[in-house]
């Protein structure tokens, strides 16, 4: 079974910074695209920033000059550092995955459970 694993949400001061990271676990034979996505509350859910395998990453316009996107291979992480973080990046950021199980030959979209970011001074 595959399962991603947030970490590092939590309350920041404007202008602060977090990092936020995501451990995939299980039985895993590739991951191909890994990313973030955010949803405040009364709108709908969208894309922070992807990261292919090989490393080429896209970002939403309004994050690209704040936010970073990274991964580590080696151990199955992809990271996001925030920084300038402003009051409307306040949202539940999920980490999403497309892997390759060794279960199945067949591509399966995962999220992570979650992590809550609250931008307040």
């Known amino acids: 079974q595959v399962q991603l694993v947030e970490s590092g949400g939590g309350l920041v001061q404007p202008g602060g910074s977090l990092r936020l990271s995501c451990t995939a676990s299980?039985?895993?034979?590739?991951?191909?695209?890994m990313g973030w996505y955010r949803k405040a509350p009364g709108k709908q859910r969208e894309l922070v920033a992807a990261i292919a395998s090989g490393g080429s990453a896209n970002y939403a316009d309004s994050m690209k000059d704040r936010f970073t996107i990274s991964r580590d291979n080696a151990i199955n992480t992809v990271y996001l550092q925030m920084n300038s973080l402003k009051p409307e990046d306040t949202a539940v950021y999920y980490c999403?995955?497309?892997?390759?199980?060794?279960?199945?030959?067949?591509?399966?979209?995962?999220w992570g459970q979650g992590s809550q970011v609250t931008v307040a001074s």
């Open positions: 299980g039985s895993i034979r590739s991951i191909n695209t």
């Open positions: 999403n995955a497309e892997i390759l199980p060794r279960t199945v030959w067949h591509l399966n979209n995962y």
